[in-house]
């Protein structure tokens, strides 16, 4: 199930951003995330079961969001004339960072509320899915700039390589 939602998701991000570098940013915080949370449940005694399965697959497909949203508007100051990533994500973070936040917040206290549940189930699923959208919003806000730049991307020696092309000089 697990590999299904990322090939979706790799395919439709490579589909809108039409860069790898743009799927590696997106992908890897949650693939991160996943790992991470798959710890969380070892620690706290949660069994991956047929039922527990698609509530990982919900928050990684809540996660994305983060993602998209960050990417998106920093790909958007870099191609309208911010002068370095560093200033194109001050503005992405400016213009979506909030709302990122605000997201991740409200639905992680909603879905934290279930963790004062008396059924066993939905108190752990309260605390795997808080766990998830607040650290997915975390790894995309820290570490999809850092990949960012990692990768090159708003670099101005050269524009990012998008699928079927080579990277050309600007």
């Known amino acids: ?44 005694d949660i069994g991956l079961k047929v039922a527990t399965l698609p509530v990982i697959t919900l928050g990684v497909g809540a ?6 949203y960050i990417y998106e508007r920093l790909k958007y100051e870099l191609d309208h004339g911010a002068p370095t ?17 605000f997201v991740a917040l409200t639905m992680s206290v909603g879905v934290g509320t ?14 795997l899915l808080a766990f998830m959208f607040l650290v997915n919003a975390l790894g995309a806000m820290f570490l999809l ?17 998008t699928v079927g092309q080579q990277a050309q000089p600007a």
């Open 1 to 44: 199930m697990l590999v299904s939602i990322y090939g979706a998701i790799i395919l439709i991000c490579l589909l809108t951003f039409r860069s790898v570098r743009a799927v590696i940013c997106i992908i890897v915080p949650l693939l991160l995330v996943s790992i991470l949370c798959n710890a969380l449940m070892a620690t706290i």
């Open 63 to 68: 996660g994305v969001d983060y993602g998209i």
């Open 85 to 101: 990533l560093r200033d194109a994500f001050y503005e992405a973070m400016r213009q979506r960072g909030t709302a990122a936040i």
């Open 114 to 127: 279930w963790m004062f549940s008396a059924l066993k189930f939905q108190a752990d699923m309260g605390v």
């Open 145 to 161: 700039p850092a990949l960012a730049c990692w990768l090159g991307i708003g670099r101005g020696d050269t524009r990012p390589a």
